[in-house]
């Protein structure tokens, strides 16, 4: 009785999936609050309509174990969500798959995929999901009055420890954002040596007042021990932290930095097929606008937009809580991977001979 | 006299001795070898070839090998010759066409930030390009005529280099094959390397100047306390390092229970919190805490086998406490001292998860350089040109060690 009923559902599964045999992938993200907006928008749509399974993992970014696993010949990751950075150098090194962005649904509204992607959303081994941002956050019960990203590098007018992100991405921009560059200049600034001077100047000036943190839960706990005053976040962390946890944080939009995340497939994926199924199951409208009733990360579809409702427990518009919401574009950067392709070498030596000095 | 000894079967003695103890020898290495075996496949092999990307970096030469020929012969300071530009483009085409690219810009961008770049697109038109190939090559981008661009190819070509050495030294190889020291601001490996020294010499001594009372008590007290002091040692030996390292981020932070302290019996203010955590501070007090029982349990077990009596007869006839325990017990414990500071230091020369998260900007080490050119800017090659300088310096320190305290003068239990 019971082994019919499970041939009758797997008979009825490979039926939806178009007579497919059922496949198990493997699925790799940064965990926590993004990893489950993933599992309920993406997940579980997916097992339901294919029968196939999702075997979820969490890593903490980079290529290292992609690298690992392509060199070695044993690639057990299927698909991995990464930054833009890392998707551009692991296609650059042959450790990634490209994917054929013909395959893309097209959007709810009729538009063909490669227009209806926000632009760059698209490049040659990656298919974007997200836009998320770096921002700074504070605590409102102890902190208010702060008006923009000078804010953050002012110890005189709000004193105590900041934040930050140990990585010089994003951090050497947002130094010169609060010295007075505008968002439309930084790269020109940073693109020579005295733009660079210049940010890591901006730097010395609240070294002593610095935590620094490298995973993502990291702030929002900083900011709720009281250990730091204001402290740079991933906007969507900040958000749970408020919406799940009720603490009584505020982002503020000025000088944020946008950036993608995206699908990619290591290079010698086992399970390629069901992989590429995933990846344009998971990147189409709905699903990409279900997924911001998780968190606050933007979709990467431009048709994923109106859809977006209310936070998944129903009480918070989540629309205003995008980093591409309007009002918050006021003073934004959008992230330039070319610009750090070309000088991460450089960038990352100095920038631990800094903190080392 | 010089007539040969025989066995009872008229051999001579020497060779039939000499067979025996083949035998036995035979027999011994035939009880090690799947260990033997073992060890060169599963430890020694990869660390082999691991630290052989150090110096072996052929994938320049590899995937451009026209300009790498036309290269060879360029001293590095004269202009480009039309050859090396017409070698360049050719190269150019097949690692376009190979999508081989992206790997060549990434080893180039190593030596010159900003060739990426230049590589990917140049690499994009250089079908459509025709002789003479340097004014075509300059035109799709100038910095082509940019001698320091090809600088950093003629460097990046060598298969063999020893560019990640020097790297790995704050030094860097220049086309002519000099080495020169790294710009000021670059610096960095070799301050991390005399931290890491500094950081595992305290930690040895503080290890030390903290463990050998409590061994010393531990070995005098009658059993049934010594046992249960002896779980105490044990309990947090047992622990997840990772736990025992967080729990000391909740002690130390600014609002943590230290600080609470501190403030409650007016050692400090509560705007005047002390930094006890994310600095040297921090990783020094949480790595003496996690290494302290390295340190206690060979002093522990070698103060065990020291008889009371030899005190007892030094004090009879007329020692002071201090000369009993300086010219006759401490001698006795040198041989655990030895063990357990060379297993602290070793083990703190290499640490890594503990300074990452408690070490804020001054308390990192060379292991977490190391760790974030394998994890984040996958530059394996210098990672594993560290790793070899850090080995090397290891076994300069053992071989030290060697000659002052003798590794036979050592006894784990």
């Not at chain 1, 997916?46 to 070695?72: C, F, H, M, P």
């Not at chain 2, 300071?77 to 060549?104: H, W």
């Not at chain 2, 981008?141 to 600088?151: T, Y």
């Not at chain 2, 408690?358 to 394998?374: C, E, K, L, P, R």
């Amino acid at each position: 009785m019971k082994m019919k009923s499970i041939l009758l559902g797997s008979a009825l599964g490979a039926f939806v999936a178009g007579a497919a045999v059922a496949e198990s992938i493997t699925v790799v993200s940064w965990g926590g609050a993004y990893t489950k907006s993933q599992v309920e928008a993406y997940h579980k749509p997916w097992i339901a309509s294919t029968g196939n399974q999702i075997v979820s993992e969490d890593y903490n970014g980079g290529l290292a174990e992609v690298k690992a696993q392509v060199e070695a010949g044993n690639v057990t990751w299927d698909v991995v969500d990464v930054e833009f950075s890392d998707a551009v150098r692991g296609c650059d090194e042959g450790l990634l798959e490209e994917i054929d962005h013909s395959i893309l649904p097209a959007g709810a509204d009729g538009t063909p995929a490669v227009d209806d992607f926000i632009e760059g959303a698209l490049p040659d081994c990656a298919v974007a999901n997200i836009v998320w941002s770096t921002v700074f956050a504070y605590d409102t019960s102890k902190t208010s009055g702060v008006s923009g990203i000078a804010d953050l590098f002012d110890t005189a007018k709000f004193p105590g420890k900041r934040g930050l992100r140990k990585n010089p991405k994003s951090l050497l921009e947002m130094a010169l954002m609060a010295d007075g560059v505008p968002a439309a200049d930084v790269y020109e600034v940073l693109g020579t040596d005295e733009g660079v001077d210049r940010a890591f100047a901006k730097l010395d000036t609240i070294k002593d007042d610095v935590v620094w943190w490298e995973a993502g839960a990291q702030p929002p706990q900083l900011l709720a021990d009281g250990e730091v005053v204001m402290t740079t976040a991933y906007n969507g962390r900040i958000f749970n932290a408020v919406a799940s946890e009720g603490q009584p944080f505020e982002v503020n939009w000025d000088g944020q930095i946008l950036d993608f995340d995206l699908w990619v497939i290591p290079k010698g994926a086992k399970n390629m097929e069901a992989a590429l199924d995933f990846i344009s199951f998971s990147t189409d409208t709905q699903r990409l606008a279900d997924q911001a009733s998780w968190i606050s990360y933007g979709p990467a579809r431009k048709s994923s937009g109106p859809l977006v409702g209310k936070f998944h427990d129903g009480t918070v518009e989540m629309g205003p809580h995008m980093p591409t919401a309007a009002d918050n574009l006021g003073n934004a950067l959008v992230n330039n991977f070319e610009f750090w392709a070309d000088n991460q070498d450089e960038l990352n030596e100095r920038f631990n001979a800094w903190l080392a000095g | 006299m010089n007539t040969n000894i025989t066995a009872a079967d008229g051999t001579p003695l020497k060779r039939k001795l000499a067979q025996a103890l083949f035998k036995s020898r035979l027999r011994a290495f035939g009880l090690v070898a799947p260990l033997l075996a073992f060890i060169l496949a599963s430890f020694i092999l990869p660390i082999v070839l691991l630290l052989w990307n150090s110096v072996h970096d052929p994938r320049y030469s590899e995937l451009m090998p026209m300009s790498t020929e036309a290269l060879k012969s360029w001293d590095g300071a004269s202009e480009p010759s039309e050859e090396m530009y017409a070698a360049m483009v050719a190269d150019l085409v097949v690692a376009r066409e190979n999508k081989t690219i992206g790997q060549v810009a990434t080893r180039v961008n190593r030596e010159l930030s900003g060739a990426r770049s230049l590589f990917t697109s140049s690499a994009r038109k250089a079908k459509k390009l025709e002789a003479p190939f340097k004014d075509a090559l300059i035109d799709v981008k100038d910095d082509w005529a940019d001698i320091e661009v090809w600088k950093a190819v003629k460097v990046a070509s060598r298969a063999y280099t020893p560019a990640y050495v020097a790297a790995a030294l704050d030094r860097k190889l220049l086309a002519d094959g000099t080495i020169i020291q790294q710009d000021e601001e670059r610096r960095i490996h070799i301050k991390l390397f005399l931290r890491t020294l500094e950081i595992s010499f305290v930690v040895t001594l503080a290890c030390l100047v903290l463990g050998y009372p409590i061994a010393y008590l531990l070995s005098t007290l009658p059993l049934r306390t010594s046992n249960l002091l002896l779980i105490l040692v044990l309990l947090p030996f047992w622990t997840s390092l990772l736990v025992r390292t967080t729990s000391w981020i909740a002690m130390l932070q600014a609002q943590g229970v230290m600080n609470d302290l501190f403030v409650a019996f007016g050692v400090t203010t509560d705007d005047q919190r002390f930094s006890l955590i994310y600095n040297k501070t921090g990783t020094l007090i949480a790595m003496v805490h996690i290494l302290l029982p390295f340190m206690i349990l060979p002093l522990y077990s070698v103060m065990k086998t020291i008889p009371p009596s030899y005190v007892r007869a030094a004090k009879s006839m007329g020692a002071t406490n201090w000369t009993a325990f300086w010219r006759i017990y401490f001698p006795q414990s040198v041989p655990g001292i030895g063990a357990g500071a060379l297993l602290v230091f070793i083990l703190a020369i290499g640490y890594y998860i503990t300074p990452a998260l408690v070490g804020g900007q001054d308390g990192q080490m060379i292991s977490n350089i190391i760790d974030f050119h394998m994890r984040r800017s996958l530059n394996w090659n210098l990672a594993a040109a560290l790793g070899l300088v850090l080995l090397i310096f290891v076994l300069f320190l053992f071989w030290i060690y060697d000659r002052i305290v003798g590794i036979d003068n050592m006894k784990l239990g």
